[in-house]
C-alpha cells in the first residue's frame, strides 16, 4: 500500500533536523516501512496498518513542533513509544502565551501585560494604552499568535497608521510592500520572535497573516480574526471609527496607543482618546492602561521618559487621564 501525507504549516527545517538527523531518526521507528519525504510531502508504501500507525503517529510529532516551536529526538521518541491515549495534552506551561523560537517562551510579565491578557480572555476589543516599552504590541502580538495556533481565529490583521514620526521621507523606492515595510517593522519584529521564519513566509503569502495600512481597512468586515491597531493614538477620528466598524463575527479587536507620542499634523485630532471615553462604559470592551512599571526595555527608557514626562509637567506617570484605569 502506498499514501502521501501533505505536511501543512510547519517549519520543515526543524522537522527534519540538520543533515536530515530528526528526520532519519523518526523513520528508524518504522523499520518495515519505505518512506520518503520531498519538501512538504510524505510519501509512504508498506502494509496497511503498520502506515495507519505511522501517520498517527506523525501527525503527533507535528502538532507538538506546532505547538512548541521545537522538537527533539527523545520527544519523537516520547510520542512514537507512549500510547496514543495516553499522550499528554499540548497545554501551555504556567502562563506561557507563546513558545517562540530558540526556546524563546514567551509570557505577560508586568500586572497591566496580564491585565491585558485577562481582559482579551474576557472580552473581544481591547485598548492597551500606555508609554513605550511597555509591551503592548509584542503582548498583543503574542495574544494573536496563540489565538492562530489554537484555531480560535482563521487569521491575524495586523495594521497601523503610514505616518512619518516627525520627519518626511519623501518618495520611498520598490513596489508597494517595499514601501509600506519600514512602518511595519516593529510588528514583523514580533513575529520572527514568535513564529520560524518559513513558517512565517508561508502565512504571509497565503494571507494567513496580514499586515496593512489602516487606510486598507476601509470596507472590509473581518471576520473569525484577531485585528491589531498599532500606534492608534495616529489615527484620526474618521479612521478610529471606519476600523472599530469592521469587526466581523468571531473576531478579536486590540487598539494599542501612546498618547504622549501623537505624529499627526495639526490641526487633525487624534481619535484614540475620543474613542476610550465613548466606549469606556459598553460590555464587552475592556481598557487597560500601562505606566512607567510596565517597561520592560533597557532601564534608560524609564528615565527617558520620567525626564520627558517633567519637563511638560504632564499629570501622572505618563500623562494618562484617570479613566484608564491606572
Known sequence: MERTIEIQSVDLVNLYGPNDKKWNHLKQHFPK?????????????????????FEE??????????HFNR?????????????THQQPELTNDDDVLVYGNQGLQVKAVTKNQKRIVEASEKNDMVFAVGPAGTGKTYTAVALAVRALKNKEVKRIILTRPAIEAGEHLGFLPGDLKEKLD????PLYDGLRDMIPSERLAEFLESGVIQIAPLAFMRGRTLDKSFVILDEAQNATSAQMKMFLTRMGKSAKFIITGDITQIDLPKPQQSGLMKA???????????????DNKD????????????AYDNEKGLSGANGAPQHLGE
Open 33 to 53: 516501512l519505505r518512506i520518503v519525504a520531498r519538501g512538504n510531502e510524505v510519501k509512504v508504501m508498506g502494509e496497511e496498518q503498520e502506515i495507519i500507525r
Open 57 to 66: 503517529k506523525f501527525r503527533q510529532v507535528v502538532n507538538y513542533l506546532n
Open 71 to 83: 522538537l527533539t529526538v527523545g520527544v519523537i521518541d516520547s510520542i512514537i513509544n507512549t500510547p
Open 182 to 185: 519600514p512602518y511595519m517593522q
Open 276 to 290: 476610550m471615553k465613548l466606549l469606556e462604559n459598553i460590555e464587552g470592551i475592556a481598557i487597560v492602561g500601562l
Open 295 to 306: 517597561i520592560i526595555r533597557h532601564p534608560l527608557v524609564d528615565r527617558i521618559l520620567k
